[in-house]
């Protein structure tokens, strides 16, 4: 990308530069100081060709640009974005280390997540509780999670991924610990309620790491850091199986909350984002991660400087309802929302499954149901084989995601879900081998399909609002999360059929929804912030865009 001189006093011409189709406009002001900004075929779109030349002066550069050639630099020197800076670094050792401390937070995640999954039948037995009351017990943490995702969504992109991730860590564990003597029902209740909020910050770990992979990359070592949330979900399903039968709900709390104090320790190996960093007009700490990068790669920074980044606003809520995202926002709410209602809803109908096929077995005594049925090492084992299905299907995601694209996965991923939902309605009838092999299935599908939201929504935001984004969805994921238990343990120990059939038509919804997004992620560079949005998109997709943007405002 060439910067242009200053004594011209208005220029416009095509650059070399990530940002394929826009281009450097360059205007002198009354002083002499020639300023520089960034204009595309997507900004002459909405705006509805703006006489730049006129309006160059008046407009406010935080709205209209994050990227200006370097001051410093030498005339007609070369100068690079920090896309094409990432590009350029590859994949390597920078890239690895952060996979795996990231990869590590996740995997501590699914321990807290699952706990779920074996703490309320349990308390049920020990504390004579309704289902009602069983079912609050998953909710709190759903709530506190919907409550807080928002919320540390906006403090990630106003002071940092790193920095979220560090403060939500230490609040999950420490609370956790705490939660392992709960004296009381509402005690229990309060603090994993404190943990949901902690838990809410977790979408902050996918961003990290989007940030920093080359887009060639980035769709398959996101697939791949899914293998740490299977990791820790077999991991809890192992330790309950061996804690609790043993020693009791308490330790398995305990050995569940440890692991995410650990995890927080990675986070000193890893830094902040230089995506972050350049938004937040950090440019030299940017500059100077880029260089370590660059080093542990065995890589080099493209020739030239780094463009400059004006110190833009972060982390505004109302960009997300902007002509541009409005349609695209509140599908994806949708999404996130059937895909927590799903994946939650599938493990804990798992377990409610069998203890209500235990208890149609049941003969003894009066004949009568008991309330209380702790899970037997049959049923522990149904568990392990179904939570393989999450790295079975993982390879699904990596080949479909860069193959056939984000949208059509999710919408196939969906359509298959709701037929196995519908076949689970009607899991009386089949053998234990059958049932099984639908839940590996199932557990598989649903977890790719939360996999792929997390890509798509890191991709399809910028910078500036990317954790913004990535929270608000997570805390409609939250409200789905929060109604399944009143369907996976209320409703379903009324009427399974019905509640499979709710599962059922719920994928259905979220089928049609995904393959009618209107922005396809696959191939495209993340942009940084959101006037560049639109000049990332292909042409067809702007043109989808522009259409409705013009509709809205007939």
């Known amino acids: 990308m060439m910067s242009q001189s200053g004594n011209a006093k208005s220029l416009y011409s095509p650059v070399d530069t990530a940002d394929r189709g826009s281009a450097l406009v360059s205007s002198e002001d009354e002083a002499g100081e020639e300023t520089l900004f ?53 994949l390597g050792w920078f890239q690895i280390r952060m996979f795996l401390v990231c990869g590590t937070i996740s995997a501590a995640d ?51 991924r790193k920095t979220t991730l560090v403060f939500v860590t230490l609040v999950i564990g420490y609370f956790g610990l705490l939660a392992t003597g709960s004296p009381s029902y509402p005690w229990l209740l309060f603090l994993r309620g404190v943990v949901g909020c902690g838990m809410g910050g977790s979408p902050h770990s996918t961003a990290l790491m989007s940030e920093y992979f080359p887009k060639k990359y980035r769709a398959k070592m996101l697939t791949g850091g899914q293998t740490f949330f299977a990791a820790g979900v077999l991991f809890e399903v192992l330790l309950a199986s061996v804690v609790v039968p043993t020693l009791g709900w308490r330790w398995l709390m305990a050995g569940s909350a440890v692991p995410v104090l650990i995890a927080a320790s990675g986070l000193f190996f890893v830094p902040e984002s230089a995506r972050f960093l350049l938004a937040a007009g950090k440019r030299e700490k940017a500059i100077g991660i880029l260089k370590e990068a660059a080093r542990q790669n065995g890589s080099h920074l493209p020739p030239g400087k780094l463009v400059k980044s004006q110190k833009i606003p972060r982390g505004q809520l109302k960009n997300l309802f902007g002509k541009e995202y409005l349609r695209t926002t509140l599908q994806l709410w949708v999404l996130w929302m059937g895909f927590a209602f799903m994946y939650y809803g599938i493990v804990l109908a798992a377990t409610e499954l069998m203890r209500i096929r235990a ?48 949208r059509r996965t999710g919408g196939l991923i969906c359509f298959t879900l709701c037929v196995l939902m519908s076949l689970l309605a009607v899991q009386d009838q089949m053998s234990r081998a059958v049932f099984t092999l639908v839940l590996f299935a199932a557990r598989g599908l649903s977890s790719s399909f939360g996999n792929l939201l997390y890509i798509y929504t890191a991709e399809l935001y910028p910078t500036t609002i990317r954790t913004l984004g990535m929270g608000t969805a997570s805390a409609w994921a939250r409200v789905g999360a929060m109604v399944t238990p009143f369907v996976a343990q209320v409703f379903l120990s009324w009427s399974p059929v019905l509640a499979c059939l709710v599962y059922a038509s719920f994928a259905l919804v979220c089928s049609v929804c995904s393959f009618w997004m209107p922005i396809e992620t696959m191939e495209r560079a993340l942009p940084q912030s959101v006037s560049m949005e639109m000049t990332e998109l292909p042409p067809d997709q702007k043109a989808l865009i522009a259409g409705a943007i013009e509709s809205e405002s007939e």
């Open 38 to 90: 960034q204009v595309g075929p997507g900004h002459r779109s909405l705006a509805g060709n703006m006489n730049i030349h006129g309006d160059a002066r008046k407009r406010n550069l935080e709205d209209r640009t994050t990227d200006m050639p370097d001051s410093d630099g030498e005339e007609n020197g070369q100068t690079y974005t920090l896309e094409e800076a990432v590009e350029a670094l590859g």
């Open 110 to 160: 699914a321990l807290e997540m699952l706990l779920l999954a074996f703490l309320s039948p349990i308390v049920r037995c020990e504390w004579y509780l309704t289902d009602a009351q069983v079912a609050f017990v998953t909710t709190v943490v759903f709530l506190g999670m919907g409550i807080a995702a928002p919320l540390l969504g906006i403090f990630g992109d106003k002071y940092g």
């Open 359 to 406: 208890q149609a077995g049941d003969k003894a005594g009066s004949g009568q149901p008991c309330h209380c049925k702790y899970m037997t090492t049959q049923d522990y084992n149904t568990m392990i084989i179904s939570t393989l299905g999450e790295f079975a299907c993982l390879p699904v995601n990596m080949v479909l995601l860069d193959w056939v694209g984000r």
